[in-house]
């Protein structure tokens, strides 16, 4: 399927309130691409005005050269013929129809005969391994395999385009994280563009090929996943994406204490800048006695959150909380005073965009 485009895509419930603001994005052919943001970010709206069931109030929706919503041609597709399948955050089973009969309700809808009906559900189901239940009813099924009975709902129709409105959020954890595997797997086995709303930022990292950040409206970001992590493009992507999150320093007009320290640092580099913020991920906080050529400061331990895995430190530098990740047992107690150091820092702007990332990795010193 050629790629999905929006161009100055925008959508106004009146009142000159916009949930979505002169939105550019491009969804390449075979991605999976998550839309991140928090609550409100107008994330569902554009995945509804892609699927047909919301019309923009401004600009262009296409598939390659098809035109599906154009504002000032007077265009506007509707949703069932646009060969895209959409998959809700409650499941939307019928309660009276079998798992099967479920699979084939979109295929009987379109007059496919019975025996295709059959095959194509059959294998819908075997794909996303809940083939052992095609003959039960939904109230019989987990939340995990009433989900799977959704997708293959979906998958079954043969869309171009699976779409998916944070259908993972019903489920407990272990759950979500066997659906996480699950429409991975489906995805590289189908082939199928998917896009994916979210807020959860672990369920972008992990399944995505292209994460699109949004807030208030606005695309704050499209990139792969772990390159947004690593140069995440302005302060609320730094602060967003990542737990715990980044901690980003405000460096005044006459900086002291932690803000004064960092400053300090980052001008004596070669190169060194006047950021307006500096921001230090948790994991990239170490203790101990510091190599060359790094910052480090005393911190006071406030705190020692075990997680089995990995152990969250709350710490008190000069005049200011930090959080340190650690995944190997902190050697040590609240109020114990610890040297902490950090081989990376991340420099952003006035504007909250980010100036560049100081890693001591990279520059060899």
């Known amino acids: 399927m050629p790629n999905i485009t929006l161009r ?9 309130e916009y949930a979505v603001k002169n939105l550019d994005l491009t969804v390449p052919d075979g991605a999976f691409m998550c839309l991140l943001g928090p609550s409100g970010c107008g994330k569902t709206t554009t995945l509804r005005m892609i699927a047909g069931l919301e019309q923009p109030t401004a600009g262009t929706i296409a598939v390659g050269d098809r035109i599906l919503d154009s504002v000032a041609q007077g265009l506007y597709v509707p949703p069932e013929k646009r060969g895209m399948g959409l998959v809700f955050q ?4 019928w309660p009276h129809l079998s798992v099967r009969e479920n699979v084939e309700f979109g295929l009987r809808m379109r ?12 294998a819908a189901l075997t794909m996303v391994h809940v083939d052992a239940a095609m003959d039960r009813y939904p109230s019989q099924l987990s939340g995990g395999q009433q989900q799977r009975v959704a997708l293959a709902r979906m998958l079954a129709v043969n869309p171009t385009v699976l779409l998916l409105d944070e259908p993972l959020s019903n489920l407990d954890a272990r759950l979500r994280l066997e659906m996480r595997a699950e429409l991975k797997r489906i995805h590289e086995e189908s082939g199928a563009t998917i896009v994916f709303v979210t807020h959860d930022q672990l369920e972008a990292l992990t399944m995505a090929t292209d994460v699109a950040v949004m807030n ?4 704050q970001q499209l990139a792969a996943p772990m390159e947004m992590y690593a140069r995440p493009a302005n302060r609320f992507v730094a602060e ?25 640092f980052v001008e004596s580099r070669p190169g ?5 913020g500096v921001g230090i991920r948790p994991e990239a906080l170490r203790f101990g006695a510091p190599p060359g050529s790094v910052w480090s400061e ?3 331990v406030e705190a020692i959150l075990p997680a089995g895995s990995s152990w969250t430190v709350r710490l008190r530098v000069r005049d200011t909380e930090l959080y340190a990740l650690s995944y190997i047992p902190v050697e040590a107690a609240p109020g114990d005073v610890l040297t902490c150091w950090t081989e990376q820092m991340h420099l952003f702007g006035e504007d909250g965009a980010r100036m560049s990332t100081w890693d001591r990795a990279e520059v060899g010193a």
Do not use: H, Q, T, W
Request: proline share 10%; glycine share 16%; net charge neutral.
């Open 240 to 264: 967003f994406v990542g737990s715990p999150p980044m901690a980003i320093v405000d460096i005044g007009p006459s900086p002291g204490g932690l803000a004064g320290s960092l400053l300090r």
């Open 216 to 219: 208030e409206g606005e695309l």
């Open 8 to 16: 100055a895509v925008a959508k106004s419930y009146g009142g000159g």
């Open 298 to 300: 005393e911190a006071l």
């Open 272 to 276: 060194g800048c006047a950021p307006a």
């Open 90 to 93: 409650n499941y939307a089973l």
């Open 111 to 122: 007059k496919v005969p019975a025996a295709e009906r059959r095959a194509r559900a059959e």
